[in-house]
C-alpha cells in the first residue's frame, strides 16, 4: 500500500484539527497505507522563519515529503487562509516537492464564511508544487469536532460521514482498500 505523510499546520498543542488529523490517520492504516504524521508546530521556529534550508529538522521534513505517495495537508483556517505556521513550511519545501503525489487538504474553522479557504487559499499553493493528483478537500467547522476530558474525539455524524468519504477516495486513489461508509465510526 502507499506511504503517507500527514501534515498538521496548525500551531496549537490542544488543536482540533490536529486531532481530526490523527483520526483520519488510523482509518488509512485500516485501509493498508503507512502513515506517518509531521506537526509543523514540533518544528524549531527559527528555522522555519529564517528560512533555514539546511536545519537538520527541515532537511528531514523535506525527506518526509519526499518519501511519501500521498499527502493529506490540514490546516486551520484564520482570517479567511490557511495558517501561517503551514506557509512557513511549504516556503521551505523545494518548488515541485508534490511531483507525481496525490494531495487531500483538509482545514477546520469556526465559521462556514471561511470555507472557501481550501480553494482559494491552499489549492493554488498546492497546485505550484506540481501534485499528480489534489482531491477535493473538506472544511469541517470547529463546534463538529470535541474532544471529551478524557481525550475521545467525536465528530458529528455529517461532518464524520464526509469525512470518511473524503478519505476513502484519497485511499482509493491511493490503491488502498476502502471501508463502507455504513461501517465508518
Same mark, same amino acid.
Given at each position: ?7 498538521? #499546520? ?20 485500516? !485501509? ?31 525527506? *518526509?515529503?519526499? *518519501?511519501?505517495? #500521498?499527502?493529506?495537508? #490540514? ?19 523545494? !518548488? ?54 478524557? #481525550? ?30 455504513? !461501517?465508518?465510526?
Amino acid at each position: 500500500m502507499a506511504t503517507i505523510l500527514s501534515v498538521s #499546520g496548525s500551531p496549537s498543542a490542544t488543536s482540533r484539527t490536529a486531532r481530526l488529523l490523527e483520526h483520519l490517520d488510523e482509518r488509512l492504516r485500516g !485501509q493498508g497505507h503507512e502513515v506517518t504524521s509531521l506537526q509543523v508546530r514540533t518544528l524549531p521556529a527559527d528555522a522555519l522563519l529564517g528560512a533555514e534550508f539546511g536545519h537538520p529538522a527541515i532537511v528531514d521534513a523535506v525527506a *518526509r515529503f519526499e *518519501r511519501a505517495d #500521498g499527502i493529506v495537508i #490540514g490546516t486551520p483556517v484564520y482570517k479567511a487562509a490557511y495558517s501561517g505556521l503551514l506557509k512557513s513550511l511549504l516556503d521551505l519545501l523545494p !518548488q515541485y516537492a508534490l511531483a507525481g503525489k496525490t494531495v487531500l487538504p483538509l482545514a477546520t474553522g469556526g465559521t462556514t464564511a471561511h470555507v472557501l479557504a481550501l480553494d482559494y487559499a491552499l489549492r493554488p499553493v498546492l497546485n505550484s508544487m506540481g501534485p499528480h493528483h489534489i482531491l477535493p478537500g473538506w472544511f469541517t467547522l470547529d463546534r463538529d469536532v470535541t474532544v471529551g476530558e478524557n #481525550g475521545e474525539l467525536a465528530v458529528a455524524k455529517p461532518s464524520a460521514e464526509a469525512l470518511a468519504e473524503v478519505t476513502d477516495r484519497f485511499s482509493a486513489a491511493l490503491g488502498g482498500r476502502t471501508v463502507a461508509l455504513a !461501517q465508518a465510526g
